[in-house]
């Protein structure tokens, strides 16, 4: 069975930063593209950005670009997001996602974690 | 980039057929994969139906994918509806780089 366990959410200020984490097992982590997605509170799911098998291809969306990183440890079964310069409508909860052979195709999905940015 | 339009919420009785639909804005809805998602409340978002028409395991064959190259839009068929299928659901494809999820749709079984 795929799990995926999200961890590093948390308040932070305006302008500081947070380093998010998920922990994978059940499947053979290096095989597959990982991604971030998140869901602001009462509002739909934004994809965030995701990271090759072997981390050659990286994508962000936009509004995340230049702010937020991902990276992936393969030998350690885990996948991260660098945040910084964060912003009150970064506020939210923040999911891990695995794809399926296809990259961009999402199957299994993490519980999520909280990140509340305020001052 | 495109955008994937959808009904912001559909209602349907216990036992009977709904259908939700997914409008690609520009480009093919044919040229990338589409997913559906489940997001109960209070819970993590599950997959419902992948890569068009794949349902993963688990997941009862009541839920059904397809697409319409006509209407350029997927859609996302549950029947025999049970209060349990009383949700969010979301459709999501992606482009040669970035992931596009649609608005989300709220069922309401009553």
């Known amino acids: 069975e795929v799990q995926l366990v999200e961890s590093g959410g948390g308040l932070v200020k305006p302008g500081g930063s947070l380093r998010l984490s998920c922990a994978a097992s059940?499947?053979?982590?290096?095989?597959?593209?990982m991604n971030w997605v998140r869901q602001a509170p009462g509002k739909g799911l934004e994809w965030v950005s995701s990271i090759s098998s072997s981390s050659s291809y990286i994508y962000y969306a936009d509004s995340m670009k230049g702010r937020f990183t991902i990276s992936r440890d393969n030998a350690k079964n885990s996948l991260y997001l660098q945040m910084n310069s964060l912003r009150a409508e970064d506020t939210a909860v923040y999911y891990c996602a695995r794809d399926s052979m296809v990259r961009g195709v999402i199957v299994y999905w993490g519980q999520g974690t909280l990140v509340t940015v305020s001052s | 980039n495109f955008m994937l339009t959808q009904p912001h919420s559909v209602s349907e009785s216990p036992g009977k057929t709904v259908t939700i639909s997914c409008t690609r804005s520009s480009g093919s809805i044919g040229s990338n994969y589409v997913q559906w998602y489940q997001q109960r409340p209070g819970s993590a978002p599950t997959t419902v139906i992948y890569e068009d028409n794949q349902r993963p395991s688990g997941v009862p064959d009541r839920f059904s994918g397809s697409i319409d190259s006509s209407s350029n839009s997927a859609s996302l068929t549950i029947s025999g509806l049970k209060t349990e299928d009383e949700a969010d659901y979301y459709c999501q494809s992606s482009d040669s780089s970035n992931g596009v999820f649609g608005g989300g749709t709220k069922l309401t079984v009553l």
């Open positions: 059940g499947s053979t982590f290096t095989s597959y593209s």
